[in-house]
């Protein structure tokens, strides 16, 4: 069973709309969620973290948590085509455990 | 540039081969860790040292062997490799046990080995 779900797309959407990006997972004490970005051939790199219930903005990315619903999700606004990438959901259940576990991420076009 | 960098960036080797990946984080982190990405599965963490200390080894095959002589380097030995074990291996660097949470759950990811075994 996996622990941590995305769907794997490829997800399209038109630039300067709105992309919703979406995961949930499976352990009920996670405690910590980030979402990282993986552009073709490099390496991932973070773009959010969110540890509370509800949204976190940072620019035109803002983190949405619901921890009742184990489901966490980022939504990119103005997409650029500079956004197509493959966005990668992680987890984290116990503060001070360093084990972060991965969804096999969601790929996004941005079509221009 | 993220600050932790591997050697080296592509691999190519043999089923008989012996060889070593190298990490290195300049970022005065005390956490490393080695994963493994293979097309269409999550990242896979192997291993994590904490303070030079393995503190994590995901059910990881004898054949993959972890060494971590201070907190800045990271190796991974490699032997009798299959060639289901060709993927992106990525070292990955934290800072634990700092207050400001946000910043000690971080990882910073290398550039990865991109490895292909025969």
Request: with cysteine; charged share 20%; glycine share 6%.
């Amino acid at each position: 069973q996996k622990e941590v779900e995305q769907n794997s797309g490829p997800l399209s959407v038109p630039e300067g709309a709105i992309a919703s990006l979406n995961c949930t997972y499976s352990d009920r004490v996670s405690q910590s969620f980030f979402w990282y970005r993986q552009y073709s051939g490099k390496s991932p790199e973070l773009i959010m973290s969110i540890y509370s219930n509800g949204d976190k903005e940072d620019g035109r990315f803002t983190a949405q948590l619901n921890k009742a619903s184990q489901y966490v999700s980022l939504l990119i606004r103005d997409s650029q085509p500079s956004d197509s990438a493959t966005y990668l959901c992680a987890v984290k259940s116990n503060f001070g455990n360093e084990k972060l576990t991965f969804g096999t991420g969601t790929r996004l076009t941005i079509i221009p | 540039e993220t600050g932790v960098t591997q050697t080296p960036r592509h691999l190519v080797m043999g089923m008989t081969n012996k060889k070593s990946l190298k990490c290195e984080q300049h970022l005065g982190h005390n956490a490393m860790y080695w994963y493994k990405q293979s097309a269409k599965k999550p990242l896979e963490l192997m291993f994590v040292y904490n303070f030079k200390e393995q503190t994590e080894n995901n059910s990881v095959p004898s054949r993959f062997s972890p060494e971590c002589p201070n907190s800045s380097h990271l190796f991974l030995h490699l032997h009798t490799l299959q060639p289901e074990d060709s993927a992106l291996y990525l070292c990955a660097s934290s800072q634990p046990g700092l207050a400001d949470r946000e910043y000690q759950e971080t990882q910073y990811f290398g550039p990865g080995t991109r490895l292909l075994v025969l």
